[in-house]
């Protein structure tokens, strides 16, 4: 396989970070498609735990160059703040590139971001306030600046003037704050594109290259699949799209070149910020889970919301990937466990629904059809061969693949990066 996706299935927070680390080991390049820094990928590796923002997941092998892709929106000080602390433990970032199309975040989506969650008030997104739904509302408006404008001083005045314009206007007459200075943004932009023009490169031609040599590329999502715009949870949606099909706009590598995709989702459910979640726990045992698995953000440190697997938004997702396998996280999680339990269906009034519905307000009222199935009441974290796992956890990942109908590739059993178990051939050879 020349090309694998790695996206996340559930609402974020799965992992991906642990599996593109563990997949990176035997790839070429690493290439982040999606998001901004409101997407952490928690590593931990013989460098320390590390919780990337912005760099891609492989940067801890020397091999492997990685690439911060077009469809990604950059924050400069957060981006160069994350390399400094990766330098500070000896991790070599040489290999860093960053995409010329790529859009920065500016100090004026940031501020907007947050003037309109505290607009909202008790209808407030949940969003993390960096600047992500701004950004990538001016990119399709055709207001953004990209990542190549910081090497044209010139370019770049020209450009942050018009639209700084604009958006002195909204903050003054909307949101009756004061204006952003134009002078300042632009020296501390400056002095941006100073520090990170040898990152900066056209990589439209260099991930092709890569194509025509037998390289292996592995393409890094953010967030996941139903915080889509499209085929999310809409309006509680994230502003990129974390798709398998974004790999392709995030990339510049076309869709036929895709030969695998793999989801990620953990061996339950959460979700952070605001929004339907019909297996939702508010109780001992969400709490309990939150609490064994360290459920808190990455980003933002917000405690995540928990449940049950949710195997209609599940199958829904590998419906919209196309996934060839599933990378199973966070199984340890329900040792000593008495039972654990799937959501197979949704009950609405009267109605049992299997499919997952588009409209939110639908999904709202639906409550969780649960199957139950035994725990194991032991500890796996130690156990490396499928077949050696006990027969209930054996049977509840079975039960997984055959009500998503997609089988389980890889399964983590705990935090480090040795905790894997290979059920299948997901790993290229």
Not at 230 to 236: A, K, L, S, V
Not at 315 to 327: C, H, M
Request: with cysteine; hydrophobic share 40%.
């Amino acid at each position: 396989m020349a090309v694998m996706a790695v996206i996340g299935g559930q609402w974020g927070d799965e992992g991906k970070g642990r599996v593109v680390d563990l997949l990176a080991e035997k790839v070429d390049m690493v290439v982040r498609f999606s998001g901004g820094d409101n997407a952490g990928h928690t590593v931990i590796g013989p460098y320390g735990e590390f919780g990337l923002h912005l760099v891609p997941s492989g940067i801890f092998y020397p091999q492997v160059t990685c690439i911060i892709g077009n469809g990604v929106a950059i924050n400069p000080a957060n981006l160069l703040g994350e390399i400094n602390e990766l330098q500070r433990h000896g991790v070599d970032t040489s290999r860093l590139v960053i995409s010329d199309r790529a859009h920065l975040i500016m100090p004026y989506h940031t501020l907007l971001d947050g003037l309109e969650e505290e607009r909202r008030g008790g209808k407030a997104l949940g969003t993390t306030r960096r600047g992500i739904g701004p950004v990538f509302a001016d990119k399709v408006a055709r207001l953004g600046i990209r990542a190549g404008d910081l090497l044209d001083k010139d370019a770049l005045y020209s450009r942050l003037k018009s639209t700084l314009e604009l958006k002195n206007a909204i903050l003054t007459k909307v949101y009756l704050v004061s204006p952003l200075s134009l002078e300042e943004i632009y020296e501390q932009y400056c002095r941006y594109g100073e520090r990170l023009a040898p990152y900066i490169r056209e990589t439209t031609d260099m991930l092709h290259e890569a194509l025509r040599k037998g390289n292996l590329i592995l393409l890094e999502g953010a967030q996941g699949t139903l915080l889509d715009p499209d085929f999310g949870t809409y309006p509680y949606v994230t502003s990129s799209s974390p798709l398998a099909g974004s790999s392709s706009l995030g990339t510049g590598i076309g869709p036929m070149q895709i030969s695998h995709v793999v989801g990620v989702f953990k061996a339950y459910t959460t979700r952070v910020g605001s929004g339907p979640m019909p297996t939702e726990l508010r109780d001992e045992v969400g709490e309990l889970i939150r609490e064994k698995a360290h459920e808190y953000g990455a980003t933002t440190g917000r405690p995540r919301r928990c449940g049950w697997f949710d195997a209609v938004a599940s199958r829904f997702s590998v419906q919209v990937n196309g996934l060839s396998e599933i990378a199973l996280t966070h199984l340890d999680i329900f040792d000593a466990f008495p039972s654990v339990k799937i959501c197979t269906a949704y009950r609405l009034g009267d109605k049992v629904l299997d499919r997952f519905p588009a409209n939110v307000g639908v999904l709202e009222k639906c409550q969780p059809i649960y199957e139950e199935l035994a725990g194991w009441r032991g500890p796996i974290g130690e156990i490396r061969h499928f077949d050696e796992l006990p027969i209930e956890a054996r049977h509840y990942v079975a039960r997984l693949e055959e009500i998503t109908c997609c089988p389980v590739g890889l399964i983590s059993v705990g935090p480090k990066r040795e905790q894997v178990i290979k059920a299948k051939s997901m790993l290229p050879q």
